[in-house]
């Protein structure tokens, strides 16, 4: 398996622009997670998926946040409208459990809302 | 207060020594994890463990559960050890991960 992919690296977008970041998980992985990392505030769980349902979106930070998984093997977190304040790399993580099992992790986007 | 903590937030090294990383946390957890992340950004899974030790090559994690700690250690540090380690422990009512700010180590040869 090649592990978790995430599109794209990077995304570089003008404020007020909607942004889509694009996951594919493992294959046989029931869980999914999407974390946001800022210098500021370290890795943050933003919401996590259990066979393609969202558990918690506690994390999401505001409305302009939306995060779909349409199927098992992929899922996408949306931003609209993005603002400068999102900039920060996005990542997903896949796991055959839940935090009790080992997390594989996409190699992360890296955002800039300019 | 951080519920999970990490010390120290920055270690530079000499190719060799002996290095380790200590995270505390306050919340009731069923795992604790060990992440490693490099320059350039992937974050790995070094160790997730529940009790006791775990070793793989010249990485050792412990955890004691009693005093809600733990602690990551290399032994024969080398200078492709340098990267971020961040601890994460599971939540055990919520099953989600709370992540400590990360130890940034910097080995020299």
């Known amino acids: 398996d090649a592990g978790v992919i995430q599109s794209p690296r990077h995304e570089v977008t003008e404020m007020g622009q909607e942004v889509t970041l694009r996951c594919k998980p493992i294959s046989g992985h029931d869980y999914l997670f999407w974390y946001r990392q800022t210098m500021m505030r370290g890795l943050e769980l933003l919401i996590y998926f259990n066979n393609n349902v969202p558990i918690d979106d506690s994390g999401m930070p505001e409305d302009r946040f939306s995060a779909k998984m349409p199927n098992a093997s992929f899922s996408?977190?949306?931003?609209?409208?993005?603002?400068?304040?999102?900039?920060?790399v996005y990542f997903c993580a896949?796991?055959?459990?839940?935090?009790?099992?080992?997390?594989?992790?996409g190699q992360g986007t890296r955002l800039t809302v300019v | 207060k951080n519920e999970v903590?990490?010390?120290?937030?920055?270690?530079?090294?000499?190719?060799?020594?002996?290095?380790?990383?200590?995270?505390?946390?306050?919340?009731?957890?069923?795992?604790?994890?060990?992440?490693?992340?490099?320059p350039g950004g992937?974050?790995?899974?070094?160790?997730?463990?529940?009790?006791?030790?775990?070793?793989?090559?010249?990485?050792?994690?412990t955890i004691n559960i009693q005093e809600k700690h733990s602690s990551l250690h290399i032994t024969a540090s080398h200078p492709r050890d340098s990267a971020v380690y961040i601890c994460a422990a599971t939540e055990w009512d919520t099953d989600k991960l709370i992540f400590g700010t990360g130890t940034r180590l910097q080995v020299f040869p």
Request: charged share 15%.
């Open chain 1, 76 to 88: 996408t977190l949306k931003i609209q409208p993005s603002e400068p304040r999102d900039s920060a």
């Open chain 2, 5 to 38: 903590e990490q010390s120290p937030q920055n270690l530079t090294a000499q190719e060799g020594e002996f290095i380790t990383i200590n995270c505390s946390y306050s919340v009731g957890i069923s795992a604790l994890h060990w992440l490693q992340q490099h």
């Open chain 2, 42 to 61: 992937g974050i790995v899974s070094l160790f997730m463990l529940s009790s006791g030790k775990k070793k793989h090559g010249r990485l050792i994690a």
């Open chain 1, 94 to 105: 896949s796991s055959v459990g839940g935090g009790n099992t080992e997390a594989f992790f």
